[in-house]
């Protein structure tokens, strides 16, 4: 299996803090991978490496093979990577079908008629505007920009942040279903447990440096650890009670 993503030696810094140290991880060809850490840990700062919002100082990325390395973002995204950022940085003034134009168009499965469909919602607030949506809809309209773009991989920052556990559970099936659609992908989230249950590979960072790189289960296994994690987590909900049984 080759990667879809591989990055190492990643120390990136803003001005003269250093933050993330040698930083290296791989996400495999069809499957979720998860990045865990406590708040302050560098996980943004990571994803923000990998898609060229943050250059590395040292280190390289390489994407489906291709050498990332210092491109720019328009470069790396349209080699079908996909970003949801932290925050959900959709356009306030625009309508939800104006959002939904905006995105490099890259050829594949996924169109604006095929987002409704997935996301019923968008379909019935498609002439309100970005700001009149709840925190559910701005995130179900992040996501469904990045997935405008037919990406081959996507890269997510906590797209449960501050959503209740109903909106929680659409997300995460979202998530779920785009690994039945070939669509790599990597999560950065705060609900660890429920995160582990859906990934298959996990890393977690600690001060920017990586400290556990391996099976989500076997982490998920390690309740000590998990309790570290979790324990800075102000929103913690259990699989049963966002997925579907
Ligand atoms: N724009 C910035 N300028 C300076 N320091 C930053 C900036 N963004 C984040 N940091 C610092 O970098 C560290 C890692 O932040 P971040 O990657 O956002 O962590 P996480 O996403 O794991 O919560 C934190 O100490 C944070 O305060
Ligand atoms: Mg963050």
Do not use: C
């Amino acid at each position: 299996m080759s990667a879809a993503l591989h990055a190492e030696g990643l120390n990136t810094f803003y001005g003269k803090s250093h933050i993330l140290h040698d930083v290296g991880l791989t996400v495999e060809e069809g499957r979720i991978t998860t990045l865990l850490g406590r708040n302050g840990a560098g996980k943004s700062t990571t994803l923000r490496s990998l898609v060229g919002l943050t250059p590395p100082r040292s280190g390289r990325v390489q994407i489906f093979g291709q050498e990332t390395t210092g491109l720019p973002p328009y470069r790396i995204a349209q080699l079908g990577v996909g970003f949801v950022p932290e925050g959900r940085k959709i356009f306030a003034n625009l309508t939800v079908e104006e959002n939904l134009q905006v995105p490099i168009e890259r050829p594949g499965p996924w169109t604006i008629t095929r987002i409704y469909e997935l996301f019923p919602r968008l379909l019935e607030r498609r002439s309100n505007r970005g700001r009149q949506l709840s925190g559910g809809e701005q995130e179900m309209l992040s996501i469904a920009r990045a997935l405008l773009l037919n990406p081959k991989i996507l890269i997510l920052d906590e797209p449960s942040q501050g959503l209740a556990p109903l909106i929680v559970k659409d997300v995460f099936r979202i998530v779920a279903q785009m690994r039945t659609e070939g669509i790599s992908v990597l999560l950065v989230e705060q609900n660890v447990r429920v995160a582990l249950e859906i990934a298959d590979d996990a890393y977690v960072l600690e001060n920017g440096e990586i400290v556990y790189s391996g099976g989500a289960a076997e982490l998920g296994a390690d309740e000590e650890r998990i309790q570290a994690l979790a324990g800075a987590s102000a929103e913690e909900w259990r699989l049963d009670e966002v997925l579907p049984t």
